[in-house]
């Protein structure tokens, strides 16, 4: 159950980040990289690429909300104690595990989803250069920013709910082992 979440987590982070991603190869080095030919093989390295995408953005998502996720593991005490609470419930029982798991998928989705659409949005305003794009460019730009919002809000709010669900657990079991 964990290994199909975590690679269906990916997979949908890399096709995301696929779609800003291909303009600026096709643009690099002016040649279309995925045409619309289907063969098996076709498939199976876009499946690959797609999957590499989502871990290597996950990573970037995560690099680039480091210090904001600091700011708030800091409002609800400060990584180490977090970090034993955190190990504390994991050994508490297999539903508390669980739950955690669905919670930091997630987070890790909101948080990747978020780094992606404002990507979107940097890629839309720079093609806005392009005199034949500029109006359909603005619009996905603006419409990239709202879901960056929209998925940053989500991701603050997921992150916060599972930082105090850590730490009321955790002075449950504190307050039962006194």
């Known amino acids: 159950m964990k290994t199909t979440s ?9 096709t995301v980040s696929l779609g800003w991603i ?15 030919e289907f063969s098996d093989y076709y498939i ?5 690429v797609i999957y590499l995408l989502g871990i290597v953005l996950n990573y970037i998502s ?13 409002k609800y005490g400060n990584k180490q104690k977090i970090q034993l609470l955190r190990c504390k419930l ?17 987070i890790r989705i909101f948080r990747a989803s978020a780094f992606n659409f404002l990507m979107y949005a940097v890629v839309a305003l720079c093609s806005l250069y392009e005199p034949y794009l500029k109006a359909n460019c603005f619009v996905l730009f603006l419409m990239s920013l709202c879901l960056s919002i929209i998925f940053f809000l989500g991701y603050h709010h997921t992150l916060n709910g599972y930082f105090k669900y850590i730490t009321v657990m955790g002075d449950l079991i504190n307050e039962r082992t006194n």
């Not at 600026?24 to 045409?35: C, P």
């Open 90 to 106: 994991l050994l508490l029982s297999a539903e508390v595990n669980s739950y955690m798991s669905q919670k930091r998928s997630i």
């Open 22 to 36: 291909k303009p600026i190869i096709d643009g690099l080095i002016k040649y279309e990289v995925f045409k619309n």
């Open 44 to 48: 199976y390295y876009l499946i690959v």
């Open 62 to 74: 995560d690099r680039f909300f480091y210090y904001y996720d600091a700011r708030q593991v800091n």
């Open 6 to 14: 975590i690679l269906a987590e990916l997979l949908v982070i890399g």
